[in-house]
C-alpha cells in the first residue's frame, strides 16, 4: 500500500506537469507593402485599328400584306344606235 501511494502522486505530479508547457512563441514576419508613387506622364496616342470584317446577309423578309381596292372607274359614253342588225337564231331540232 506505501507503494500504490507513492507511484499515485508520482503519476499526479507527472500528469500535471505536463499540460503546463509553455506555448511556442511565434514572431510574425513584416511584410512591406509599396506605396504607390504620383502618376507619371500620359503615354502617346495608339495607332488606329483594322476594319471589320463584313456581316452576313440578313434573311429575306416576309411578304407584305395585300393592298386596298381601288376606286370605281366613271361611266363610259352611251353607244350610238344601231343601225339594221340582224340576230341569226339556230333552228331547234
Known amino acids: 500500500m506505501n507503494y500504490s501511494i ?3 502522486a508520482a503519476l499526479v505530479a507527472f500528469s500535471l ?3 503546463d508547457r509553455p506555448a511556442a512563441v511565434v514572431t510574425p514576419a513584416v511584410v512591406t507593402v509599396p506605396v504607390p508613387g504620383p502618376a507619371g506622364a500620359t503615354g502617346a496616342t495608339g ?3 483594322s476594319t471589320g470584317s463584313v456581316g452576313s ?3 429575306t423578309g ?3 400584306t ?3 381596292t381601288g376606286d370605281t372607274g366613271s361611266t363610259g ?3 350610238a344606235s344601231g343601225g339594221d342588225t340582224v ?3 339556230p333552228a331547234t331540232r
Do not use: E, N
Open 87 to 89: 340576230v341569226i337564231v
Open 62 to 64: 416576309s411578304t407584305g
Open 6 to 8: 507513492v507511484l499515485s
Open 77 to 79: 359614253q352611251r353607244g
Open 57 to 59: 446577309t440578313g434573311a
Open 17 to 19: 506537469s505536463a499540460c
Open 47 to 49: 495607332s488606329t485599328g
Open 66 to 68: 395585300t393592298g386596298m
